[in-house]
Each structure stands twice: as structure tokens, then as C-alpha cells.
């Protein structure tokens, strides 16, 4: 009985060793090495990487045109991401004054919000601006002009680095001509096309 049992097992055993020599002759994944990551299937580590968009860098000088009231040059200097020098030069301040007379105006912008459209970074600012105005046209006169303006602009870096913006602004000016003293509350605002540089 016992020997019958012994050749049971033995053939038992026998007829599990290919099954099981074939299953010790598969290759293990082999551990990732230190310092090495593994990557899903679907790349997804992969993907999140190239998908992270890398900051766009901008050239903080902006000179151009703003079409409007006024027809001015305009040119921005940006200190920081919240702060920025705006100057403007103009000969004509408003559209029903004739070509003898300009207007220089400098302020300081403030960064409200900012964002980013499909790459393309928008900013909206406020902030004050102080300059004079120097009739030339049938004698001398000149004005004192105080001015709030809201800015939207949005750049096109991809391309050409062109930025757009659109102004609107409200102010007070005390006009000296002749001897008298008015005070107007005149507003201002335009779209501007600049490039930066």
C-alpha cells in the first residue's frame, strides 16, 4: 500500500513540475532602479509634464499709438508684474481742438487682475495720471489736467509681441488762458496698439 502511495505522489508530481518549471522560467518585472520612475501605460506622468505651461516672458518697454481721444504716443515701462510707468504725448488732447497745441500726461498703472487667454496674457489696471496741456493757437495758454485711468490690454507674444489695450478715463483740468481759470471734467479713452520691446 505504501509503495503504490509512493508512485501515486511521485507521478502526481511529475505531471505539476512542467507546469511549474515553465512559471520559475518567466522573467519577473524587474524593480525600478533608485532615482528612476515608472510611467503608467497611457504616459499620463508624461503628458502632465509637457502639459505645464511654462510662463511667458515679456519685454517690460511697450511703444505705440493710441487712436482716440486723445490721438497720442503712448509708452509704458513695466517696474514689476503690479507696477508700471505710463507716459503719453499728444498734440491732439481732444478731437475738436486744431493741431496747435500738446498734451503730456505720466502716470503709474496698477495691476487690478490678470490672466491668460488660449497663451495670450491680459492685464486690467488703474491708476492716476498728472500732466499739462500748451495752447499754441491764438496766444499762449496752458492747462493743469489730473486723470483716473481703467486699462485693459492683452499681449500676443507667440507672433509679433504685439499688445492691444483698450483706455477710458475721467479727469479734471484747470485750463489758464488768457487770464481766467476753467474747470473742465473731460473724459478720454481710446484703443492703443504697441510692441514691446
Known amino acids: 500500500m505504501k509503495s503504490k502511495t509512493a508512485i501515486g505522489l ?14 520559475a522560467d518567466t522573467p519577473a518585472a524587474a524593480p525600478s532602479s533608485a532615482g528612476e520612475t515608472e ?12 502639459n505645464e505651461a511654462a510662463p511667458v516672458s515679456l519685454k517690460k518697454n511697450k511703444l505705440g499709438f493710441v487712436f482716440g481721444m486723445p490721438v497720442a504716443l503712448s509708452y509704458s ?18 478731437l475738436w481742438r486744431l493741431i496747435g497745441e500738446m498734451s503730456v500726461y505720466c502716470g503709474v498703472l496698477f495691476t487690478l487682475a490678470d490672466g491668460a487667454v488660449k497663451d495670450r496674457p491680459w492685464a486690467l489696471t488703474l491708476g492716476p495720471s498728472v500732466g499739462t496741456t ?29 499688445n492691444f489695450f483698450l483706455n477710458f478715463g475721467w479727469g479734471a483740468v484747470m485750463r489758464f488762458d488768457g487770464g481766467t481759470v476753467d474747470a473742465l471734467f473731460p473724459p478720454r479713452g481710446g484703443f492703443g496698439v504697441r510692441g514691446r520691446f
Open 77 to 94: 515701462h513695466e517696474f514689476t508684474d503690479l507696477v508700471e510707468l505710463d507716459l503719453l504725448v499728444s498734440t491732439y488732447p481732444f
Open 10 to 23: 511521485f507521478l502526481i508530481l511529475s505531471a505539476l513540475f512542467p507546469v511549474y518549471a515553465e512559471e
Open 134 to 162: 500748451l495752447l499754441f493757437s491764438g496766444g499762449f495758454g496752458a492747462s493743469l489736467d489730473l486723470y483716473a485711468d481703467l486699462r485693459w490690454e492683452i499681449d500676443f507674444p507667440q507672433t509679433s509681441r504685439v
Open 39 to 50: 510611467v503608467p501605460a497611457d504616459g499620463a506622468a508624461g503628458e502632465t509634464a509637457e
